[in-house]
């Protein structure tokens, strides 16, 4: 079974601090993403990676860094959090085909709060 | 945007009925995917339907997919009270990273027993 899992489930930070959010899968894919998910807006993409040390900015960067230093972790940070990124976000891996177009399979998501 | 847009927002039905659930995106697709989302849960992938498929089926699933209209539905038959979820779907094209989703907005689902 297909498995990517994150850190937490639920996270409470304080505004302007730096907060990591961790996502591991043991799939051996080589696509991950990060995306926040907020209610009336969807999913949005902040960042995905297709390789080691790779990664490029996906819809919403502004805020956020990723970090990619192995391939089956893919780290999202925000460098000082603020309300505005009290969310759900999201983490999803798939195979990179090439051609594009698998699957992704999601984390379980963290739900975090920044007061 | 790229995004799709699912039609009806919300949909709430009998247990024993079908669901149906419309998506209608911009742009020329790779392929189509349905997610299901349980509340304040991760997503779980549905279904896949390429560009060049027009029907698929996966147990209580039917996805069809018009490109010329630009648009999918999503059927579940004989639903239950488990099937209530959100139901997202998303597209991955051509013209952006061809490993990127692009997703709707969601329709909520409810089955009522």
């Known amino acids: 079974d297909v498995k990517v899992t994150q850190s937490s489930r639920y996270l409470v930070k304080r505004t302007g601090e730096k907060v990591f959010l961790e996502c591991v899968q043991d799939?051996?894919?080589?696509?991950m993403f990060w995306y926040r998910q907020d209610p009336g807006l969807g999913l949005r993409l902040i960042y995905f990676?297709?390789?080691?040390?790779?990664?490029e900015k996906g819809d919403i960067p502004e805020g956020y860094s990723v970090s990619r230093e192995k391939k089956e972790r893919f780290s999202l940070i925000l460098e000082s959090a603020s309300t505005n990124q009290t969310s759900m976000y999201l983490c999803?891996?798939?195979?990179?085909?090439?051609?594009?177009?698998?699957?992704?399979?999601f984390g379980p998501g963290t739900r975090l709060t920044v007061t | 945007s790229q995004q799709g847009e699912e039609d009806p927002q919300a949909l709430s039905i009998q247990e024993g009925e079908n669901a149906t659930m419309n998506c209608s995106y911009k742009?020329?697709?790779?392929?189509l995917q349905w997610y299901r989302q349980n509340s304040g849960r991760g997503l779980v992938h549905l279904i896949l339907?390429?560009?060049?498929?027009r029907e698929k089926h996966s147990g209580r699933l039917r996805v069809t997919l018009d490109t010329s209209k630009k648009s999918s539905s999503l059927l579940i038959t004989a639903s239950r009270a488990a099937d209530t979820a959100s139901y997202f779907c998303?597209?991955?094209?051509?013209?952006?990273?061809?490993?990127?989703?692009?997703f709707g907005t969601g329709t909520r689902l409810t089955v009522i027993p």
């Open positions: 999803a891996s798939s195979f990179n085909t090439g051609t594009g177009g698998y699957e992704q399979y």
């Open positions: 998303a597209t991955v094209s051509w013209q952006a990273g061809a490993n990127n989703l692009f």
């Open positions: 799939m051996d894919h080589e696509n």
């Open positions: 990676s297709y390789d080691v040390k790779m990664k």
């Open positions: 339907i390429r560009s060049n498929e």
């Open positions: 742009t020329s697709i790779n392929n």
